[in-house]
């Protein structure tokens, strides 16, 4: 196994990084905060015309045929400078449903729009009773002729208030919590009774809570054969935590550098509050977490594609349980040692802590990956 | 550890180890091993694993990153890794020779004469000669530049005085790495200079010390008008602090358990626990079904995981040329603490059983994290406390102020 990056993949982190220090200064993301969108649909593009969102798709549908590995560099990166623009939800959660189970006809209808940077997508996958099983589908499809009625509701859709495609799933058989009988719809935007209510998330970005009461789509719009989408949506949640993982690096990087930079300007006592070993310690055991949670998220970066699944689970659960517990330490101490002005809305230290409460809690929080790690067959 | 991670050359390093230690492992001795190389105790420990270390070396997998010209095989670095992983999960005795082989044998190589290197490196890998460190005094621990034994040039010879402490396996040495003071006008560190000492020499006294395990292992040295040849000193006068740094950094590498089987991170303590825990009960069940304690076992098989990959990131270049001394500073700070709380939660699993002494008869697991608990402080104190390690890295790798 190689850890080391290719020229090509270190080019790709140093363009990134100066795009997304230029393009998408905090001050970007403390502006959008109060648009609707909470993101730009020009800078979108750009994106896609970079060949960012293509980096994730195979060349047969489109795509540059990139690996995980080179996703994670974009994200750490995106992390770093809390670009808010929807890259997991259009580009890893619905679009690999599509890619995975969808049709060649579909891959034409809804990736090559996407790969373009003319639309956004949206997974409306989570329900209330279910916390992070996927299989938790109480939303039901009921065939009708040749077309489904949908009837239910899911929450935390991200970017399900902006997306011009969403795709959903719903019971066409089976009880909530099994494998068996779960279906992938995919709906435009302007399909009827689809009702949107956008929600605001801690971090100052936003989501959607998506009620479907009656609502009838043609037969044509299910991805995939009926019934058979648990384990597509079962990789979707392995790669929405590594991609957490990987944007949590970034978070964690750039609040020890604003944390330490703090420490050698801020003045107490007559000279640099760094010099005071009870803080250079804490700010060295948030270096320490930093890197241990690097290791693993390179290691679930990498492990993420296997196609073992037991491999692939071991690896992200790790990696997610580290980010959990390395992400809120360092983002904590962080505020911590910023004093006072670490809790105002004024300082950027803030944004990046509770980013990180919301990557902590997308994908399966550390509870539940702790639970999936120890119930390999090895404890 | 996953095989599959490996080159192809460290892949058949690794075939090879394993089965070398699944086919040799040792039989039980019939007396108490050590746990590490800090406790060794008794002629009769200290020979067993003399043979040990023997039997590991005439099979190839010892001193395989040195050159062969100096008794090694070679390997690039990282392979005598892949033997202490072997080791580890092997469960098999560790290395004795260990300052000879990650303090001293490193230091050699990189700054000796060619004489040096042809007269101590082979040795040190057979365990012919045994080595010990005499850095610490009653006076200088973390304040290590301060060292008071002196070296005073006379003719040909060097006289040595004065007191070393903390000397592991000081009653076997051949040869100690020794820290002098050969100025006593030089400002502290500049006057320091950094000798191979022979051990056998008259007027070289060593009294064991007890530890908190009632193990021995530590002893003290004492010195008085010790004469030795001028030739004993590695580079020039004055270079010894220059070196000593260099050696603490081998030392760091080597408490990660990268040498000679440490097992500190080497994947089998993780092993070791769950095994306890499917030993002792809690309410009327194996520990290891309760959520509580599988909650905490789990945990820390991710903080094992998350070191055994900065282990293999700090090898490779590219993923640490941002701040690339960080991982192997981090390594032993970060290694010991772990081992510490490993042991921790061991005794939390044995409840009421965590009182038994170590050896006792119906002792959970023999009494090994009673012991390893107690032990774990040597790591996380010696080769430079935990404290004065983050002094380091906040100064050095993050650039903080130097502290008040």
């Known amino acids: 196994m190689n850890f080391d990056l290719t020229p090509d993949q270190k080019l790709l982190e140093s363009t990134v990084a100066s795009f997304v220090k230029k393009e998408s200064p905090v001050t970007r993301f403390r502006a959008l905060r109060e648009d609707p969108v909470g993101y730009s649909k020009s800078l979108w593009k750009t994106m896609a015309e970079l060949g960012w969102i293509g980096l994730a798709f195979p060349e047969s549908a489109g795509g540059l045929g990139g690996s995980f590995v080179d996703v994670a560099i974009l994200l750490e990166q995106f992390g770093a400078g809390l670009l808010p623009e929807p890259y997991v939800a259009s580009v890893l959660s619905a679009g690999t449903a599509i890619l995975r189970a969808g049709s060649a006809e579909q891959h034409e209808a809804f990736l090559a729009p996407l790969l373009a940077g003319d639309t956004s997508l949206a997974l409306a996958w989570a329900e209330r009773g279910g916390r992070y099983d996927p299989t938790w589908v109480e939303t039901a499809a009921t065939k009708k002729g040749d077309d489904y009625v949908l009837q239910g509701e899911k929450i935390f859709v991200q970017n399900g208030h902006a997306a011009d495609v969403i795709v959903v799933s719903a019971r066409t058989a089976g009880a909530p919590g099994d494998s068996d009988g779960i279906s992938l719809f995919v709906l435009p935007r302007e399909t009827e009774g689809l009702r949107i209510t956008p929600v605001k998330t801690m971090d100052g970005q936003r989501a959607a809570m998506i009620k479907l009461d009656g609502v009838i789509v043609p037969g044509a719009s299910r991805l995939g054969p009926e019934g058979a989408a648990a384990p597509v949506l079962d990789e979707i949640m392995d790669l929405g935590a590594a991609a957490a993982c990987a944007e949590g690096l970034g978070v964690m990087r750039a609040a020890l550098a604003m944390t330490v930079d703090y420490l050698k300007t801020r003045e107490q006592f007559g000279m640099k509050i ?10 060295v055991d948030m270096f320490i977490r930093t890197e241990l949670a690097k290791s693993t998220s390179i290691l679930a970066s990498i492990k993420v594609s296997d196609p073992d699944p037991a491999a692939r689970r071991f690896a992200v659960s790790a990696a997610k349980v580290e980010l959990a517990i390395c992400g809120r330490y360092v983002t904590q101490q962080a505020i911590q040692l910023h004093g006072g002005i670490g809790i105002t809305d004024e300082h950027d230290i803030g944004l990046y802590f509770k980013r990180m409460h919301v990557l902590n809690a997308l994908f399966g929080d550390e509870e539940h990956h702790l639970a999936r790690f120890a119930a390999q067959p090895a404890f | 550890m996953d095989p599959t991670r490996d080159t192809e050359g460290k892949r058949d390093l690794r075939e090879r180890a394993r089965a070398f230690f699944r086919d040799n ?68 005795p560790f290395i004795v020779n260990r300052i000879g082989l990650d303090w001293a044998g490193p230091t050699i190589l990189a700054v000796g004469t060619e004489e040096q290197k042809q007269r101590y490196l082979r040795n040190i890998l057979s365990c012919d000669e045994v080595w010990c460190q005499g850095f610490s005094e009653p006076g200088a621990g973390s304040d290590l530049a301060s060292l008071r034994t002196s070296a005073v040039r006379k003719g040909d010879h060097y006289i040595v005085n004065g007191h070393k402490v903390w000397t592991t396996q000081a009653l076997w040495a051949d040869f100690m790495i020794l820290l002098a003071r050969t100025d006593s006008n030089a400002p502290k560190h500049a006057g320091i200079s950094y000798f191979l000492f022979p051990m056998k020499s008259k007027g070289v006294s060593v009294r064991p010390l007890v530890k908190m395990t009632g193990e021995g292992g530590f002893n003290q040295v004492l010195f008085e008008d010790v004469e030795v040849p001028a030739s004993c000193l ?44 499917k030993e002792v009960s809690r309410d009327g069940r194996p520990s290891s079904e309760d959520p509580v304690m599988r909650d905490r076992i789990a945990e820390l098989a991710i903080e094992e995981e998350a070191l055994l990959a900065s282990a293999l990131r700090a090898r490779v270049p590219g993923l640490v040329e941002e701040r690339p001394l960080a991982l192997p500073f981090l390594s032993k700070l970060v290694a010991t603490e772990f081992g510490q709380k490993l042991a921790a939660v061991g005794q939390e699993l044995e409840g009421p059983l965590a009182q038994y002494a170590f050896g006792a008869e119906r002792a959970a697991d ?20 935990s404290e004065i390690q983050r002094n380091l890295v906040g100064e050095r790798i993050l650039g903080l102020p130097k502290s008040t």
Do not use: C
Not at chain 1, 274 to 280: E, P
Not at chain 2, 71 to 86: F, H, I, M, N, T
Not at chain 2, 366 to 385: L, V
């Open chain 2, 25 to 92: 492992r040792p039989s039980d001795p019939g007396f108490k091993l050590p746990q590490t190389f800090l406790e060794v105790e008794s002629e009769e420990q200290f020979l067993w694993l003399e043979a040990w270390q023997k039997q590991v070396y005439g099979a190839g997998l010892l001193g395989v990153e040195w050159p062969v010209a100096y008794g090694g095989k070679g390997l690039p670095a990282g392979s005598q890794r892949v033997v202490a992983e072997e080791m580890g999960r092997a469960g098999v």
């Open chain 2, 366 to 385: 023999g009494g090994h994290f009673q012991r390893a608990y107690m032990n774990s402080f040597g790591f996380t104190i010696g080769g430079g406390t």
């Open chain 2, 234 to 277: 590695l580079a020039g006068e004055g270079d010894g602090w220059r070196l000593a740094v260099m050696t603490l950094a081998f030392e760091r590498g080597a408490s990660e358990g990268s040498a000679t089987g440490g097992a500190l991170a080497s994947g089998g303590e993780v092993a070791r626990l769950v095994a306890l825990a």
């Open chain 1, 274 to 283: 760094g010099t005071f070993q009870a803080l250079q310690h804490r700010a």
